[in-house]
């Protein structure tokens, strides 16, 4: 007989073909997980919620900075953060109420963070310049 009559002929048992289906089963989930990009459904609502606060923090950071950009005092307030370092500038930002978005309490620290690192970028001569307020002398 030959190989081809033989597997023509083959008949497997209900054992066979169930353990064919579990091992086939455990290849593809394998496979899936490790290689093709297969994700728990938690750990996809946690790449979510990541990427909606990085989404979040960024359109904050812009916001502040424009909101910088159109104060009186963006040069000076300029030239102070541009002094600063690390942390101290998203302190800096933090304690300004330019930072804060509508509705919010605080600013959170990646929007700071974010909006520092915008400021500091900024082109000094696209600032407003500084208005000072004179006072009348009698």
């Known amino acids: 007989m030959s190989f081809i009559q ?3 002929d ?3 048992e209900k054992s066979t073909l169930v353990w064919t289906a579990v091992g ?3 290849l593809t989930m394998a ?3 490790m290689w093709a ?3 728990t459904e938690s750990s996809a609502e946690e ?3 990541e990427a909606a606060a990085a989404a979040r923090a960024e359109l904050a950071a812009t916001i502040c900075a424009e909101n910088f ?15 600063l370092r ?3 500038q998203r302190q800096f930002v933090e304690e300004q109420p330019w930072a804060l978005m509508p509705g919010e309490q605080d600013v959170t620290r990646a929007a700071a963070e974010r909006c520092a690192e915008l400021i500091v970028a900024m082109d000094v001569t696209s600032l407003p310049p500084q208005v000072t307020a004179e006072v009348p002398q009698n």
Do not use: D, H, L, M
């Open 6 to 8: 033989n597997f023509k």
């Open 10 to 12: 083959y008949t497997p």
């Open 24 to 26: 086939a089963s455990a």
């Open 31 to 33: 496979v899936g997980f």
């Open 37 to 39: 990009g297969w994700v």
């Open 47 to 49: 790449t979510a919620a």
């Open 69 to 83: 950009r159109g104060t009186s005092v963006a040069r000076a307030q300029y030239e102070e953060i541009s002094e």
């Open 86 to 88: 690390g942390f101290r």
